[in-house]
């Protein structure tokens, strides 16, 4: 499914969300233009499967929608994105990921970025490839898991810390993640337990996630209980949880072949992500 959202029905949409947001944003004061800094992963690039199933990058994304709203708020905004499809914590800081980057790694572009232009709102999704890999229609790699949280709970302060330090006032804001790995669910049994204990691990591993933004001052957005994660109430008359539901009609993951299954969300998935992010945000200033 490729519905499009035209700009002015995702920014109409998405007002009422940012009007009562709890966060305002206050601009950093180097030049004249104000920016918007994307960071991240695939998520931060609007990643969708094309009709072959191949990966490609899209102006679909929940930073392209909250780009929308926030451009009709502040004229002249400007979006950077420095995300980069399958980004660990460790190749933002390092490099060695898909990316190139001129300055040798994602976070260091940031910094970097940070120091020199008057950035408004920097988004940031990252975490997640450290632990996809560890789950598959065969179940979990407890070895791979320890080591994917290991990684982020140590990476991503650093990540924060440099951030702040490049520019302390600027509004940062993270996200946990929703569990594409629910659709196993529809496989029967073995495919609910795989479902059940991918649920329980993405519930702590956003734990970790939000432990870690919260112990620097950044707010999350909310995508876990947009998806409505941990909500196994079957739905009649299909015996479905609403969870499964979800995750099928937001994401590509019950997309028949050759598009599916696909962990990216598709355009409705992308828009509930910014709008969990515009209730964090609120009303953006210049």
Not at 14 to 42: C, E, I, K, N, R
Not at 53 to 63: F, Q
Not at 252 to 259: F, G
């Amino acid at each position: 499914m490729r519905t499009r959202f035209s700009p002015a029905i995702v920014a109409g949409v998405l007002f009422a969300l940012v009007s009562a947001g709890p966060v305002q944003a206050t601009a950093a004061t180097v030049g004249a233009t104000a920016y918007y800094l994307a960071l991240g992963d695939s998520l931060a690039r609007g990643v969708q499967p094309d009709s072959g199933g191949a990966d490609v990058e899209t102006n679909l994304g929940y930073v392209d929608d909250l780009y929308t709203l926030y451009r009709a708020a502040i004229p002249g905004l400007q979006l950077v994105k420095l995300g980069c499809p399958d980004e660990t914590t460790t190749t933002m800081i390092h490099g060695g990921g898909r990316c190139n980057y001129p300055l040798g790694s994602q976070l260091a572009q940031a910094v970097d970025f940070l120091k020199t232009h008057r950035v408004v709102l920097v988004t940031i999704d990252i975490g997640a490839n450290n632990v996809d890999q560890c789950i598959d229609s065969n179940g979990t790699d407890p070895s791979c898991l320890e080591s994917g949280f290991k990684a982020a709970q140590a990476e991503l302060p650093d990540i924060l810390a440099q951030l702040r330090a490049a520019r302390p006032d600027v509004l940062i804001v993270g996200m946990n993640y929703y569990d594409p790995f629910l659709a196993v669910w529809l496989q029967g049994p073995p495919g609910q337990a795989l479902a059940t204990a991918s649920e329980q691990l993405t519930v702590a591993f956003n734990g970790l996630l939000g432990s870690v933004y919260s112990a620097f001052g950044v707010p999350v957005a909310d995508v876990q209980s947009a998806f409505q994660t941990t909500n196994f109430t079957s739905v009649p008359p299909f015996g479905v949880p609403v969870n499964v539901i979800l995750v099928c009609s937001w994401t590509w993951m019950c997309a028949p072949d050759p598009v599916g299954p696909n962990i990216h969300p598709n355009v409705v998935g992308y828009w509930v992500i910014a709008g969990s992010f515009a209730k964090v945000i609120g009303p953006l200033r210049r």
